[in-house]
């Protein structure tokens, strides 16, 4: 089926590590984005991409690193996790001019 | 920044009651989006507005724009159960689509 996937549904790790959070979808969409959402907080925008090799940061983006190789996918990696990245993450896509978010299902992040 | 903030935070109500979600933002946009989250998944989308249109309908769904006030409301006629959720206003600033602004969210129980 067509859509946009998230791996891994949950993820545990312990501070310092690195953990890389992964997106893919299949619509051929433009624009992909990664948000974190926090009780009291909504979602937040963390970056953005615009098409493959273009990404853009959003307002909390310290700390995290993207990449965009290919136009399916777009992973998202905590460089050296903390406490404070303990989050659910939501990849989403968008084909462009004013078309809506679609999300995926969220990756639940526990840092130790 | 954040922008959207919806209110009441939560709602609770009998099914085939309305429910009625309000949200203010700050500054000027090019559009508003509301968007609905069930437990344990991501956000899917609803309508969109335009900063040009004052009122817009979808099935059970009718949205307004008052764009002097800066302030958007949701109805839902008829609940269902199946309309339990959280709602989330997201707003575009002027630069575009790809830096929504939500709110922190609408917690909406329907009993059966």
């Known amino acids: 089926d067509a859509g946009i996937t998230q791996s891994p549904r949950y993820k545990i790790t312990e501070t310092g590590r690195q953990v890389t959070l992964m997106c893919h979808q299949t619509w051929s969409h433009s624009y992909m984005f990664w948000y974190r959402q926090d009780l009291g907080h909504g979602l937040r925008l963390i970056y953005y991409?615009?098409?493959?090799?273009?990404?853009d940061k959003g307002e909390v983006s310290d700390g995290y690193v993207v990449s965009r190789s290919k136009t399916e996918n777009f992973p998202l990696t905590l460089e050296s996790a903390t406490r404070s990245q303990t989050s659910v993450y939501f990849c989403?896509?968008?084909?462009?001019?004013?078309?809506?978010?679609?999300f995926g299902n969220g990756t639940r992040l526990t840092v130790t | 920044s954040q922008q959207g903030e919806e209110d009441p935070q939560a709602l609770s109500i009998q099914e085939g009651e309305n429910a009625t979600m309000n949200c203010s933002y700050k500054?000027?946009?090019?559009?508003l989006q509301w968007y609905r989250q069930n437990s344990g998944r991501g956000l899917v989308h609803l309508i969109l507005i335009r900063s040009n249109e004052r009122e817009k309908h979808s099935g059970r769904l009718r949205v307004t724009l008052d764009t002097s006030k800066k302030s958007s409301s949701l109805l839902i006629t008829a609940s269902r159960a199946a309309d339990t959720a959280s709602y989330f206003c997201a707003t575009a600033p002027g630069g575009g689509n790809n830096r929504l602004a939500f709110g922190k969210g609408n917690q909406v129980v329907v009993i059966p």
């Open positions: 500054t000027s946009i090019n559009n």
């Open positions: 991409s615009a098409a493959a090799d273009i990404t």
């Open positions: 989403a896509s968008r084909p462009g001019g004013e078309s809506p978010l679609h």
